[in-house]
Protein backbone atom coordinates (compact mmCIF):
# COMPACT_ATOMS: atom_id res chain seq x y z
CA UNK A 1 0.00 0.00 0.00
CA UNK A 2 1.41 3.32 -0.85
CA UNK A 3 1.13 6.06 1.81
CA UNK A 4 1.36 9.78 1.58
CA UNK A 5 1.76 12.91 3.86
CA UNK A 6 -0.14 15.79 4.09
CA UNK A 7 0.40 18.04 1.18
CA UNK A 8 1.94 15.00 -1.13
CA UNK A 9 1.18 14.81 -4.73
CA UNK A 10 -1.41 12.15 -5.31
CA UNK A 11 -1.15 11.37 -9.16
CA UNK A 12 -4.70 10.94 -10.74
CA UNK A 13 -4.68 9.19 -13.98
CA UNK A 14 -7.20 8.70 -17.03
CA UNK A 15 -7.83 5.53 -18.51
CA UNK A 16 -9.70 5.31 -21.95
CA UNK A 17 -13.00 5.53 -22.37
CA UNK A 18 -15.71 3.42 -22.90
CA UNK A 19 -19.53 3.00 -23.87
CA UNK A 20 -21.75 0.05 -23.55
CA UNK A 21 -23.75 1.23 -26.23
CA UNK A 22 -21.04 1.11 -29.23
CA UNK A 23 -18.53 -1.48 -26.87
CA UNK A 24 -15.33 0.18 -28.69
CA UNK A 25 -13.49 2.34 -26.19
CA UNK A 26 -11.57 5.59 -27.07
CA UNK A 27 -8.45 7.48 -26.17
CA UNK A 28 -9.21 10.13 -23.58
CA UNK A 29 -6.88 12.49 -25.15
CA UNK A 30 -8.71 12.27 -28.68
CA UNK A 31 -11.84 14.40 -27.39
CA UNK A 32 -10.94 18.20 -26.41
CA UNK A 33 -10.11 17.80 -22.87
CA UNK A 34 -6.82 19.36 -20.85
CA UNK A 35 -3.71 17.92 -21.47
CA UNK A 36 -0.89 17.99 -18.81
CA UNK A 37 1.49 20.56 -19.64
CA UNK A 38 4.22 17.94 -20.19
CA UNK A 39 1.75 16.04 -22.60
CA UNK A 40 0.45 13.05 -22.32
CA UNK A 41 2.44 9.98 -21.23
CA UNK A 42 1.50 6.35 -20.92
CA UNK A 43 1.64 4.28 -17.54
CA UNK A 44 3.19 0.96 -18.19
CA UNK A 45 1.01 -1.69 -18.23
CA UNK A 46 0.61 -5.86 -18.15
CA UNK A 47 -0.56 -7.84 -21.52
CA UNK A 48 -4.10 -8.41 -19.78
CA UNK A 49 -4.55 -4.25 -19.68
CA UNK A 50 -3.56 -4.25 -23.33
CA UNK A 51 -5.99 -6.99 -24.21
CA UNK A 52 -8.60 -5.42 -22.23
CA UNK A 53 -8.79 -1.79 -24.12
CA UNK A 54 -7.08 -0.26 -20.95
CA UNK A 55 -5.26 2.54 -21.57
CA UNK A 56 -4.20 4.72 -18.26
CA UNK A 57 -2.31 8.13 -18.64
CA UNK A 58 -1.67 10.76 -16.45
CA UNK A 59 -3.80 13.65 -16.21
CA UNK A 60 -3.87 17.25 -15.94
CA UNK A 61 -5.52 17.78 -12.33
CA UNK A 62 -3.39 18.11 -9.29
CA UNK A 63 -4.20 16.67 -6.16
CA UNK A 64 -2.04 17.21 -2.98
CA UNK A 65 -2.83 14.62 0.01
CA UNK A 66 -5.87 16.59 2.82
CA UNK A 67 -5.48 20.01 0.55
CA UNK A 68 -9.18 20.70 -0.09
CA UNK A 69 -9.22 22.62 -3.79
CA UNK A 70 -12.59 24.98 -4.59
CA UNK A 71 -13.00 25.85 -8.20
CA UNK A 72 -9.41 25.12 -9.58
CA UNK A 73 -9.12 25.93 -13.09
CA UNK A 74 -7.34 23.10 -15.32
CA UNK A 75 -7.18 25.06 -18.51
CA UNK A 76 -9.58 26.67 -21.40
CA UNK A 77 -10.42 25.06 -24.80
CA UNK A 78 -12.17 26.68 -27.87
CA UNK A 79 -13.87 24.05 -29.83
CA UNK A 80 -13.49 24.06 -33.53
CA UNK A 81 -16.29 22.79 -36.09
CA UNK A 82 -14.63 19.29 -35.89
CA UNK A 83 -14.04 18.88 -32.25
CA UNK A 84 -17.82 20.22 -31.38
CA UNK A 85 -19.27 16.92 -33.68
CA UNK A 86 -16.83 14.73 -32.19
CA UNK A 87 -17.60 15.73 -28.84
CA UNK A 88 -21.54 15.97 -29.61
CA UNK A 89 -20.92 12.39 -30.67
CA UNK A 90 -19.34 10.68 -27.97
CA UNK A 91 -21.88 12.01 -25.44
CA UNK A 92 -24.38 10.87 -27.68
CA UNK A 93 -23.11 7.15 -27.48
CA UNK A 94 -22.96 7.86 -23.15
CA UNK A 95 -19.38 7.63 -23.78
CA UNK A 96 -17.84 7.50 -20.17
CA UNK A 97 -14.41 8.89 -18.26
CA UNK A 98 -12.82 5.84 -16.22
CA UNK A 99 -10.10 8.09 -14.18
CA UNK A 100 -7.79 6.34 -11.47
CA UNK A 101 -5.38 6.89 -8.99
CA UNK A 102 -2.09 5.42 -8.69
CA UNK A 103 -3.25 3.70 -5.22
CA UNK A 104 -5.56 1.30 -7.68
CA UNK A 105 -8.82 2.42 -7.31
CA UNK A 106 -11.72 3.61 -9.95
CA UNK A 107 -13.70 6.67 -10.08
CA UNK A 108 -17.55 6.09 -9.11
CA UNK A 109 -20.60 8.26 -10.39
CA UNK A 110 -21.44 9.66 -6.47
CA UNK A 111 -24.91 10.53 -7.17
CA UNK A 112 -27.13 7.30 -8.08
CA UNK A 113 -24.86 5.60 -5.28
CA UNK A 114 -24.21 2.69 -8.11
CA UNK A 115 -20.46 2.15 -7.92
CA UNK A 116 -19.17 1.39 -11.67
CA UNK A 117 -16.12 2.60 -13.41
CA UNK A 118 -16.10 6.37 -14.64
CA UNK A 119 -19.00 9.09 -15.05
CA UNK A 120 -20.56 10.17 -18.42
CA UNK A 121 -18.40 13.12 -20.35
CA UNK A 122 -21.92 14.71 -20.81
CA UNK A 123 -25.76 14.44 -21.77
CA UNK A 124 -28.16 15.25 -23.97
CA UNK A 125 -31.12 17.30 -22.91
CA UNK A 126 -34.06 15.54 -22.85
CA UNK A 127 -36.38 19.09 -24.16
CA UNK A 128 -34.15 20.51 -27.17
CA UNK A 129 -31.75 17.65 -27.82
CA UNK A 130 -28.77 19.85 -27.25
CA UNK A 131 -25.61 18.63 -26.10
CA UNK A 132 -23.97 19.28 -22.78
CA UNK A 133 -19.88 18.63 -21.44
CA UNK A 134 -19.63 17.80 -17.86
CA UNK A 135 -16.75 20.70 -17.47
CA UNK A 136 -16.29 20.69 -13.67
CA UNK A 137 -16.08 17.80 -11.43
CA UNK A 138 -16.33 17.36 -7.49
CA UNK A 139 -13.47 14.69 -6.58
CA UNK A 140 -14.09 13.11 -3.10
CA UNK A 141 -11.39 11.32 -1.63
CA UNK A 142 -11.96 9.22 1.75
CA UNK A 143 -8.58 8.34 3.49
CA UNK A 144 -7.85 6.20 5.99
CA UNK A 145 -4.69 6.81 8.91
CA UNK A 146 -3.34 3.23 9.45
CA UNK A 147 -1.26 4.44 12.20
CA UNK A 148 -2.57 7.18 14.76
CA UNK A 149 0.83 7.89 15.78
CA UNK A 150 2.56 8.43 12.55
CA UNK A 151 1.34 11.54 9.83
CA UNK A 152 0.77 8.93 7.13
CA UNK A 153 -2.85 8.39 5.30
CA UNK A 154 -3.80 6.11 2.28
CA UNK A 155 -6.23 6.88 0.06
CA UNK A 156 -9.40 4.14 0.25
CA UNK A 157 -11.61 5.89 -1.71
CA UNK A 158 -12.23 7.76 -4.93
CA UNK A 159 -15.75 9.29 -6.43
CA UNK A 160 -16.55 11.87 -9.21
CA UNK A 161 -20.01 13.65 -9.23
CA UNK A 162 -19.90 15.25 -12.53
CA UNK A 163 -21.23 18.79 -13.29
CA UNK A 164 -21.96 20.81 -16.24
CA UNK A 165 -21.10 25.09 -15.78
CA UNK A 166 -21.16 27.95 -18.12
CA UNK A 167 -18.23 29.80 -16.41
CA UNK A 168 -18.51 33.59 -16.52
CA UNK A 169 -15.04 35.42 -15.24
CA UNK A 170 -15.91 38.34 -12.83
CA UNK A 171 -15.83 41.68 -14.62
CA UNK A 172 -16.47 39.89 -17.69
CA UNK A 173 -12.92 39.49 -18.39
CA UNK A 174 -12.15 37.37 -21.58
CA UNK A 175 -9.67 34.81 -21.69
CA UNK A 176 -8.10 33.36 -24.21
CA UNK A 177 -6.74 29.95 -22.05
CA UNK A 178 -3.14 31.02 -23.26
CA UNK A 179 -2.08 33.46 -20.77
CA UNK A 180 -1.35 33.25 -17.35
CA UNK A 181 -3.57 35.59 -15.87
CA UNK A 182 -6.89 33.49 -16.57
CA UNK A 183 -6.00 31.08 -13.76
CA UNK A 184 -5.28 33.93 -11.09
CA UNK A 185 -9.02 35.74 -12.15
CA UNK A 186 -11.93 35.09 -10.25
CA UNK A 187 -15.13 33.15 -11.59
CA UNK A 188 -18.57 34.95 -10.98
CA UNK A 189 -19.86 31.08 -10.93
CA UNK A 190 -17.99 30.04 -7.92
CA UNK A 191 -18.28 30.89 -4.51
CA UNK A 192 -15.42 31.81 -2.68
CA UNK A 193 -14.17 28.79 -0.03
CA UNK A 194 -17.40 26.70 -1.18
CA UNK A 195 -17.40 23.59 -2.72
CA UNK A 196 -19.85 24.21 -6.00
CA UNK A 197 -23.24 22.27 -5.58
CA UNK A 198 -25.59 21.48 -8.41
CA UNK A 199 -27.87 24.44 -6.80
CA UNK A 200 -25.57 27.17 -7.61
CA UNK A 201 -25.15 25.93 -11.11
CA UNK A 202 -27.54 28.98 -13.36
CA UNK A 203 -26.53 27.48 -16.80
CA UNK A 204 -24.98 24.14 -18.37
CA UNK A 205 -22.15 24.25 -20.75
CA UNK A 206 -23.92 23.92 -24.43
CA UNK A 207 -21.20 22.46 -26.96
CA UNK A 208 -21.38 23.99 -30.38
CA UNK A 209 -18.51 25.67 -32.41
CA UNK A 210 -16.69 28.31 -31.09
CA UNK A 211 -17.64 27.65 -27.71
CA UNK A 212 -15.10 28.36 -24.83
CA UNK A 213 -14.97 25.24 -22.19
CA UNK A 214 -13.14 26.37 -18.98
CA UNK A 215 -12.35 23.03 -17.41
CA UNK A 216 -12.54 23.46 -13.10
CA UNK A 217 -12.64 21.11 -10.30
CA UNK A 218 -12.95 20.40 -6.55
CA UNK A 219 -11.46 18.46 -4.53
CA UNK A 220 -12.85 17.08 -0.74
CA UNK A 221 -11.44 15.09 1.55
CA UNK A 222 -13.34 12.86 4.17
CA UNK A 223 -11.58 10.50 6.83
CA UNK A 224 -12.69 7.23 6.56
CA UNK A 225 -12.51 3.64 9.11
CA UNK A 226 -12.39 1.47 5.96
CA UNK A 227 -8.98 -0.03 6.00
CA UNK A 228 -6.78 0.12 2.73
CA UNK A 229 -7.48 -3.93 2.52
CA UNK A 230 -11.42 -3.01 2.25
CA UNK A 231 -11.32 -0.20 -0.05
CA UNK A 232 -12.44 -2.22 -3.04
CA UNK A 233 -15.69 -3.59 -1.03
CA UNK A 234 -18.63 -0.72 -1.90
CA UNK A 235 -17.75 -1.97 -5.93
CA UNK A 236 -17.84 -5.84 -4.83
CA UNK A 237 -21.18 -5.11 -3.07
CA UNK A 238 -22.70 -2.67 -5.24
CA UNK A 239 -23.13 -0.61 -2.00
CA UNK A 240 -25.77 -3.70 -1.73
CA UNK A 241 -27.40 -2.41 -4.98
CA UNK A 242 -27.45 -6.16 -5.80
CA UNK A 243 -27.67 -8.33 -2.44
CA UNK A 244 -26.03 -11.45 -2.01
CA UNK A 245 -29.54 -13.01 -1.57
CA UNK A 246 -30.14 -12.69 -5.33
CA UNK A 247 -26.87 -15.02 -5.89
CA UNK A 248 -28.10 -17.27 -2.75
CA UNK A 249 -31.50 -17.68 -4.25
CA UNK A 250 -29.96 -18.33 -7.92
CA UNK A 251 -27.44 -20.79 -6.26
CA UNK A 252 -30.25 -22.72 -4.01
CA UNK A 253 -32.40 -23.01 -7.02
CA UNK A 254 -29.32 -24.62 -9.04
CA UNK A 255 -28.83 -27.02 -6.48
CA UNK A 256 -32.65 -28.05 -5.83
CA UNK A 257 -32.43 -28.90 -9.81
CA UNK A 258 -29.05 -31.07 -8.78
CA UNK A 259 -30.68 -32.44 -6.13
CA UNK A 260 -34.50 -33.99 -8.53
CA UNK A 261 -31.95 -34.67 -11.35
CA UNK A 262 -29.26 -36.69 -9.33
CA UNK A 263 -32.57 -38.71 -7.66
CA UNK A 264 -33.90 -39.52 -10.74
CA UNK A 265 -30.59 -40.81 -12.22
CA UNK A 266 -30.09 -42.79 -9.50
CA UNK A 267 -33.79 -44.25 -9.43
CA UNK A 268 -33.83 -44.78 -12.63
CA UNK A 269 -30.53 -46.25 -13.76
CA UNK A 270 -29.35 -48.28 -10.74
CA UNK A 271 -33.07 -49.86 -10.49
CA UNK A 272 -32.85 -50.47 -13.97
CA UNK A 273 -29.64 -51.00 -13.97
CA UNK A 274 -29.51 -53.71 -10.68
CA UNK A 275 -32.38 -55.71 -12.59
CA UNK A 276 -31.09 -56.33 -16.41
CA UNK A 277 -27.67 -56.95 -14.62
CA UNK A 278 -29.06 -59.63 -12.18
CA UNK A 279 -31.27 -60.67 -15.17
CA UNK A 280 -28.62 -61.01 -17.96
CA UNK A 281 -26.37 -62.93 -15.20
CA UNK A 282 -29.00 -65.12 -14.56
CA UNK A 283 -29.19 -66.10 -18.27
CA UNK A 284 -25.60 -66.46 -19.11
CA UNK A 285 -25.81 -68.94 -15.92
CA UNK A 286 -28.14 -71.01 -17.68
CA UNK A 287 -27.58 -74.61 -19.41
CA UNK A 288 -27.70 -74.22 -22.77
CA UNK A 289 -30.33 -76.31 -23.32
CA UNK A 290 -32.48 -74.04 -21.09
CA UNK A 291 -31.48 -71.13 -22.87
CA UNK A 292 -32.63 -72.08 -26.44
CA UNK A 293 -36.38 -72.20 -24.25
CA UNK A 294 -35.44 -68.36 -22.93
CA UNK A 295 -37.19 -65.37 -24.78
CA UNK A 296 -34.68 -63.52 -26.49
CA UNK A 297 -32.51 -60.63 -24.67
CA UNK A 298 -33.75 -57.56 -25.19
CA UNK A 299 -32.05 -53.91 -24.50
CA UNK A 300 -28.75 -52.41 -24.02
CA UNK A 301 -26.56 -55.81 -23.95
CA UNK A 302 -27.66 -56.88 -27.56
CA UNK A 303 -25.17 -54.28 -28.75
CA UNK A 304 -22.38 -55.36 -26.64
CA UNK A 305 -20.23 -55.64 -29.75
CA UNK A 306 -20.82 -52.35 -31.13
CA UNK A 307 -20.87 -50.07 -28.34
CA UNK A 308 -17.36 -49.50 -27.98
CA UNK A 309 -17.24 -49.31 -31.85
CA UNK A 310 -15.20 -45.90 -32.93
CA UNK A 311 -17.26 -42.92 -33.99
CA UNK A 312 -18.42 -43.50 -37.78
CA UNK A 313 -18.10 -39.59 -38.45
CA UNK A 314 -15.01 -37.94 -37.92
CA UNK A 315 -13.39 -39.96 -35.29
CA UNK A 316 -10.14 -37.86 -35.09
CA UNK A 317 -12.25 -34.11 -34.74
CA UNK A 318 -14.19 -35.71 -31.55
CA UNK A 319 -10.75 -36.34 -30.27
CA UNK A 320 -9.66 -33.11 -31.27
CA UNK A 321 -13.37 -31.66 -29.50
CA UNK A 322 -12.05 -33.55 -26.37
CA UNK A 323 -8.91 -33.04 -25.70
CA UNK A 324 -9.61 -29.53 -26.24
CA UNK A 325 -12.52 -29.53 -24.12
CA UNK A 326 -10.39 -31.04 -21.30
CA UNK A 327 -8.05 -27.84 -21.37
CA UNK A 328 -10.62 -24.81 -21.83
CA UNK A 329 -12.32 -27.07 -18.65
CA UNK A 330 -9.52 -27.22 -16.41
CA UNK A 331 -7.81 -23.43 -17.41
CA UNK A 332 -11.74 -22.10 -16.36
CA UNK A 333 -11.49 -23.95 -13.59
CA UNK A 334 -8.01 -22.50 -11.90
CA UNK A 335 -8.79 -19.38 -13.47
CA UNK A 336 -12.33 -19.14 -10.80
CA UNK A 337 -10.25 -20.66 -8.03
CA UNK A 338 -7.74 -18.36 -8.05
CA UNK A 339 -9.89 -15.90 -8.53
CA UNK A 340 -12.29 -16.72 -5.63
CA UNK A 341 -9.29 -16.92 -3.45
CA UNK A 342 -8.56 -13.45 -4.00
CA UNK A 343 -4.90 -13.81 -6.42
CA UNK A 344 -6.75 -11.74 -9.17
CA UNK A 345 -8.11 -8.85 -7.32
CA UNK A 346 -9.32 -6.23 -9.42
CA UNK A 347 -7.08 -3.71 -8.20
CA UNK A 348 -4.51 -5.86 -10.74
CA UNK A 349 -6.25 -4.26 -13.70
CA UNK A 350 -5.65 -7.24 -16.52
CA UNK A 351 -4.79 -9.47 -14.15
CA UNK A 352 -7.57 -12.03 -14.93
CA UNK A 353 -6.65 -12.10 -18.71
CA UNK A 354 -3.35 -12.63 -18.39
CA UNK A 355 -4.07 -15.33 -15.96
CA UNK A 356 -6.37 -16.83 -18.31
CA UNK A 357 -3.76 -16.99 -20.64
CA UNK A 358 -1.51 -18.52 -18.73
CA UNK A 359 -3.54 -21.19 -17.72
CA UNK A 360 -5.07 -21.86 -21.36
CA UNK A 361 -1.42 -22.18 -22.38
CA UNK A 362 0.06 -24.46 -19.58
CA UNK A 363 -3.10 -26.52 -19.60
CA UNK A 364 -2.09 -27.54 -23.40
CA UNK A 365 0.24 -30.69 -22.06
CA UNK A 366 -3.61 -31.95 -20.77
CA UNK A 367 -4.89 -31.23 -24.02
CA UNK A 368 -2.42 -33.56 -26.11
CA UNK A 369 -2.43 -36.22 -23.14
CA UNK A 370 -6.08 -36.43 -23.37
CA UNK A 371 -6.83 -36.51 -27.00
CA UNK A 372 -4.03 -39.09 -28.36
CA UNK A 373 -5.32 -41.23 -25.68
CA UNK A 374 -8.48 -41.26 -27.30
CA UNK A 375 -7.39 -41.28 -31.03
CA UNK A 376 -5.37 -44.45 -30.28
CA UNK A 377 -8.41 -46.41 -28.95
CA UNK A 378 -10.29 -45.44 -31.73
CA UNK A 379 -7.19 -47.01 -33.62
CA UNK A 380 -6.27 -44.21 -35.60
CA UNK A 381 -3.21 -43.79 -37.98
CA UNK A 382 -2.97 -39.98 -38.52
CA UNK A 383 -1.69 -39.18 -34.92
CA UNK A 384 0.46 -36.17 -35.72
CA UNK A 385 -2.76 -34.58 -37.62
CA UNK A 386 -4.52 -35.32 -35.23
CA UNK A 387 -2.19 -33.31 -32.48
CA UNK A 388 -1.67 -30.53 -34.67
CA UNK A 389 -5.66 -30.05 -34.62
CA UNK A 390 -5.81 -29.93 -30.92
CA UNK A 391 -2.88 -27.40 -30.77
CA UNK A 392 -4.32 -24.89 -33.74
CA UNK A 393 -8.03 -25.33 -33.84
CA UNK A 394 -10.18 -23.27 -30.59
CA UNK A 395 -6.91 -20.97 -30.55
CA UNK A 396 -6.25 -20.37 -33.81
CA UNK A 397 -10.30 -19.81 -34.54
CA UNK A 398 -9.73 -17.16 -31.17
CA UNK A 399 -6.95 -15.88 -32.46
CA UNK A 400 -7.95 -14.87 -35.98
CA UNK A 401 -11.27 -13.48 -34.52
CA UNK A 402 -9.49 -11.06 -32.00
CA UNK A 403 -6.82 -10.32 -35.13
CA UNK A 404 -9.95 -9.60 -37.61
CA UNK A 405 -11.32 -6.81 -34.88
CA UNK A 406 -7.86 -5.72 -33.63
CA UNK A 407 -7.47 -4.38 -37.35
CA UNK A 408 -10.44 -2.86 -37.11
CA UNK A 409 -10.65 -1.27 -34.21
CA UNK A 410 -7.28 0.19 -35.20
CA UNK A 411 -8.55 2.05 -38.48
CA UNK A 412 -11.70 2.87 -35.97
CA UNK A 413 -8.49 4.84 -33.26
CA UNK A 414 -9.82 2.44 -30.74
CA UNK A 415 -7.81 2.46 -27.57
CA UNK A 416 -9.12 -1.44 -27.82
CA UNK A 417 -6.69 -2.37 -30.74
CA UNK A 418 -4.00 -4.10 -28.90
CA UNK A 419 -0.24 -2.72 -29.98
CA UNK A 420 1.78 -4.75 -33.05
CA UNK A 421 3.99 -5.85 -30.18
CA UNK A 422 1.46 -8.12 -28.00
CA UNK A 423 -0.33 -9.35 -30.59
CA UNK A 424 3.46 -10.84 -31.62
CA UNK A 425 3.80 -11.86 -27.94
CA UNK A 426 0.18 -13.31 -27.81
CA UNK A 427 1.44 -15.02 -31.39
CA UNK A 428 4.37 -15.98 -29.18
CA UNK A 429 3.05 -17.81 -26.21
CA UNK A 430 0.40 -20.16 -28.55
CA UNK A 431 3.38 -21.10 -30.99
CA UNK A 432 6.33 -21.02 -28.44
CA UNK A 433 4.76 -22.59 -25.39
CA UNK A 434 1.59 -24.09 -26.15
CA UNK A 435 1.76 -25.96 -29.55
CA UNK A 436 5.10 -27.77 -27.90
CA UNK A 437 3.31 -28.95 -24.62
CA UNK A 438 0.03 -30.11 -26.82
CA UNK A 439 2.40 -32.31 -28.52
CA UNK A 440 4.71 -33.10 -24.95
CA UNK A 441 1.05 -34.29 -23.84
CA UNK A 442 0.55 -36.44 -27.07
CA UNK A 443 3.98 -38.13 -26.77
CA UNK A 444 2.61 -39.27 -23.57
CA UNK A 445 -1.13 -39.99 -24.09
CA UNK A 446 0.56 -42.54 -27.17
CA UNK A 447 2.73 -44.14 -24.72
CA UNK A 448 0.42 -45.31 -22.40
CA UNK A 449 -1.39 -48.71 -23.13
CA UNK A 450 -4.39 -48.68 -25.02
CA UNK A 451 -7.78 -47.85 -23.43
CA UNK A 452 -9.52 -51.23 -22.24
CA UNK A 453 -13.08 -51.75 -23.40
CA UNK A 454 -14.58 -55.35 -21.31
CA UNK A 455 -16.58 -56.32 -24.88
CA UNK A 456 -14.59 -56.98 -28.02
CA UNK A 457 -16.19 -55.05 -31.12
CA UNK A 458 -17.16 -57.44 -34.39
CA UNK A 459 -16.22 -56.79 -37.69
CA UNK A 460 -19.63 -55.79 -38.89
CA UNK A 461 -21.65 -52.90 -37.72
CA UNK A 462 -25.00 -54.11 -36.21
CA UNK A 463 -28.75 -52.31 -37.51
CA UNK A 464 -29.95 -49.58 -35.33
CA UNK A 465 -33.98 -50.30 -35.51
CA UNK A 466 -35.78 -46.90 -35.60
CA UNK A 467 -36.28 -45.31 -32.77
CA UNK A 468 -39.97 -44.15 -30.75
CA UNK A 469 -39.75 -40.17 -31.85
CA UNK A 470 -39.33 -39.18 -28.35
CA UNK A 471 -36.14 -41.11 -28.11
CA UNK A 472 -34.65 -39.96 -31.54
CA UNK A 473 -31.61 -38.58 -31.05
CA UNK A 474 -31.80 -35.34 -32.28
CA UNK A 475 -34.62 -34.84 -29.62
CA UNK A 476 -31.80 -35.31 -27.07
CA UNK A 477 -29.43 -33.36 -28.62
CA UNK A 478 -31.45 -30.54 -28.76
CA UNK A 479 -33.79 -30.25 -26.24
CA UNK A 480 -31.48 -31.58 -23.24
CA UNK A 481 -29.32 -27.97 -22.95
CA UNK A 482 -32.21 -26.40 -21.37
CA UNK A 483 -31.87 -28.30 -17.99
CA UNK A 484 -27.76 -27.20 -17.46
CA UNK A 485 -28.99 -23.53 -18.51
CA UNK A 486 -31.97 -23.23 -16.34
CA UNK A 487 -29.38 -24.60 -13.46
CA UNK A 488 -26.61 -21.42 -14.37
CA UNK A 489 -28.52 -18.94 -15.53
CA UNK A 490 -28.70 -16.33 -12.84
CA UNK A 491 -25.28 -16.05 -12.92
CA UNK A 492 -25.21 -15.91 -16.66
CA UNK A 493 -26.79 -12.73 -16.22
CA UNK A 494 -24.41 -11.50 -13.64
CA UNK A 495 -21.21 -12.62 -16.09
CA UNK A 496 -23.16 -10.89 -19.28
CA UNK A 497 -23.30 -7.06 -17.03
CA UNK A 498 -19.48 -7.34 -16.03
CA UNK A 499 -18.76 -8.90 -19.70
CA UNK A 500 -20.55 -5.80 -21.46
CA UNK A 501 -21.32 -3.00 -19.24
CA UNK A 502 -18.24 -2.06 -17.51
CA UNK A 503 -19.18 -3.60 -14.13
CA UNK A 504 -17.21 -4.98 -11.53
CA UNK A 505 -17.65 -8.82 -11.28
CA UNK A 506 -15.77 -10.56 -8.33
CA UNK A 507 -18.28 -12.63 -6.75
CA UNK A 508 -16.09 -15.83 -8.10
CA UNK A 509 -16.99 -17.86 -5.09
CA UNK A 510 -20.60 -17.95 -6.32
CA UNK A 511 -19.27 -18.67 -9.99
CA UNK A 512 -17.30 -21.53 -8.56
CA UNK A 513 -20.61 -23.11 -7.12
CA UNK A 514 -22.58 -22.33 -10.21
CA UNK A 515 -19.81 -24.21 -12.78
CA UNK A 516 -19.38 -27.26 -10.46
CA UNK A 517 -23.46 -27.40 -10.31
CA UNK A 518 -23.62 -26.85 -14.12
CA UNK A 519 -20.63 -29.88 -14.63
CA UNK A 520 -22.43 -32.15 -12.65
CA UNK A 521 -25.95 -31.18 -14.61
CA UNK A 522 -24.45 -31.92 -17.67
CA UNK A 523 -23.15 -35.12 -16.68
CA UNK A 524 -25.95 -36.58 -15.00
CA UNK A 525 -28.15 -35.90 -18.06
CA UNK A 526 -26.30 -37.26 -20.55
CA UNK A 527 -25.62 -40.40 -18.75
CA UNK A 528 -29.50 -40.73 -18.44
CA UNK A 529 -30.06 -40.03 -21.81
CA UNK A 530 -27.31 -42.45 -22.89
CA UNK A 531 -28.81 -45.30 -21.02
CA UNK A 532 -32.15 -45.05 -22.85
CA UNK A 533 -30.45 -44.95 -26.48
CA UNK A 534 -28.19 -47.98 -25.82
CA UNK A 535 -32.14 -49.81 -24.56
CA UNK A 536 -33.24 -48.54 -27.76
CA UNK A 537 -30.33 -50.58 -29.24
CA UNK A 538 -28.46 -47.66 -30.78
CA UNK A 539 -24.82 -47.95 -30.32
CA UNK A 540 -23.92 -44.67 -31.71
CA UNK A 541 -23.31 -42.86 -28.61
CA UNK A 542 -20.03 -40.60 -28.78
CA UNK A 543 -21.28 -37.80 -30.59
CA UNK A 544 -24.63 -38.35 -28.97
CA UNK A 545 -23.15 -37.61 -25.59
CA UNK A 546 -20.66 -34.16 -26.60
CA UNK A 547 -23.98 -32.86 -28.37
CA UNK A 548 -26.19 -33.40 -25.90
CA UNK A 549 -24.84 -31.64 -22.84
CA UNK A 550 -23.16 -28.93 -25.28
CA UNK A 551 -26.28 -28.11 -26.43
CA UNK A 552 -26.79 -25.82 -23.04
CA UNK A 553 -23.79 -23.36 -25.50
CA UNK A 554 -26.71 -23.16 -27.98
CA UNK A 555 -29.04 -21.91 -24.99
CA UNK A 556 -26.69 -19.16 -24.18
CA UNK A 557 -26.13 -18.27 -27.32
CA UNK A 558 -30.37 -17.56 -28.14
CA UNK A 559 -30.12 -15.84 -24.32
CA UNK A 560 -27.05 -13.44 -25.41
CA UNK A 561 -29.08 -12.46 -28.42
CA UNK A 562 -32.29 -11.62 -26.19
CA UNK A 563 -30.12 -9.74 -23.85
CA UNK A 564 -28.39 -7.86 -26.22
CA UNK A 565 -31.49 -5.24 -26.62
CA UNK A 566 -30.01 -4.18 -22.53
CA UNK A 567 -27.12 -2.63 -24.46
CA UNK A 568 -29.49 -0.47 -26.47
CA UNK A 569 -26.50 -0.57 -29.08
CA UNK A 570 -25.67 2.03 -31.46
CA UNK A 571 -26.06 1.26 -34.92
CA UNK A 572 -22.40 0.68 -35.94
CA UNK A 573 -21.74 -2.32 -37.63
CA UNK A 574 -18.66 -3.00 -35.87
CA UNK A 575 -20.96 -3.01 -32.22
CA UNK A 576 -22.66 -6.07 -33.70
CA UNK A 577 -19.85 -7.49 -34.89
CA UNK A 578 -17.94 -7.21 -31.30
CA UNK A 579 -20.58 -8.82 -29.03
CA UNK A 580 -22.17 -11.41 -31.71
CA UNK A 581 -18.49 -12.49 -32.60
CA UNK A 582 -17.20 -12.77 -29.24
CA UNK A 583 -20.51 -14.84 -28.00
CA UNK A 584 -19.88 -16.82 -30.56
CA UNK A 585 -16.20 -17.70 -29.38
CA UNK A 586 -17.57 -17.80 -26.03
CA UNK A 587 -20.36 -19.92 -26.36
CA UNK A 588 -18.20 -22.54 -28.66
CA UNK A 589 -15.91 -22.80 -25.77
CA UNK A 590 -18.79 -23.33 -23.67
CA UNK A 591 -19.96 -26.36 -26.49
CA UNK A 592 -16.39 -27.72 -26.15
CA UNK A 593 -16.58 -27.56 -22.26
CA UNK A 594 -20.25 -29.23 -21.49
CA UNK A 595 -19.71 -31.67 -24.63
CA UNK A 596 -16.69 -32.89 -23.10
CA UNK A 597 -18.20 -33.30 -19.48
CA UNK A 598 -21.16 -35.47 -20.95
CA UNK A 599 -19.23 -37.56 -23.20
CA UNK A 600 -16.24 -38.43 -20.47
CA UNK A 601 -18.65 -39.09 -18.29
CA UNK A 602 -20.75 -41.26 -20.79
CA UNK A 603 -17.79 -42.96 -21.27
CA UNK A 604 -17.24 -43.99 -18.02
CA UNK A 605 -20.63 -45.12 -17.37
CA UNK A 606 -20.37 -47.25 -20.52
CA UNK A 607 -17.55 -49.32 -19.99
CA UNK A 608 -18.81 -49.65 -16.09
CA UNK A 609 -21.69 -51.46 -17.12
CA UNK A 610 -20.51 -53.62 -19.73
CA UNK A 611 -17.99 -54.80 -18.08
CA UNK A 612 -21.04 -56.22 -15.23
CA UNK A 613 -22.29 -58.20 -17.49
CA UNK A 614 -21.17 -61.96 -19.08
CA UNK A 615 -21.00 -61.57 -22.60
CA UNK A 616 -20.03 -65.43 -24.90
Known amino acids: PQSFKKGDDVPMKVNA ?3 IHTQIPKDYYRLPFCRPSS ?14 GNKIQNSAYSLNMLTEAYCLKVCQVTLSKLEAAKLKLHIKYGYHNNGSLTVGLTAAGEKQKHYAGGFPIGFIASDTKEAYVYNHVNIVLDYHRPDPNAEEYRVVGFAVEPMS ?6 GNFDWDGITMDGYAKPLSTCAQNTHMERAMIHANQIVKSQQKIL ?3 DVTWHSSEVPWASRWDVYLSEDHLVPAQVHWYSI ?10 SLLVVSILVRNLKRDIAGYNAIAALA ?6 EVDETGWKLVHADVFRPPTNHPMLYAVFIGTGVQLFCMSLLAIVFSAIGFLSPARRGSLMTAVLVFYMLCGIIAGYFSSRLYKSFRGRQWQL ?20 NIILFFLHSSASAPLLDVVILAAMWCCVSIPLVFLGAYFGYKEETISYPTVTSTIARAIPSPPALLHPMVGMTVTGIVPFAAAYVEFFFIMTSLWMDQFYYVFGFTLIVFLILCITCAEVTVLLVYYQLCAENHRWWWY ?3 TSGSTAFYTFVYSVFWFRTLEASKMLMTYLLYFGYMFLFCFAMLLVTGTVGALTSLWFVRKIFATIKVD
Open 17 to 19: MSS
Open 288 to 293: DEEKDE
Open 165 to 170: IQHEFQ
Open 252 to 261: TNSILVVLFL
Open 215 to 217: YTY
Open 545 to 547: SFF
Open 386 to 405: CTILTATLFPGLAFFIFLFF
Open 39 to 52: GPKMASENLGEFLT
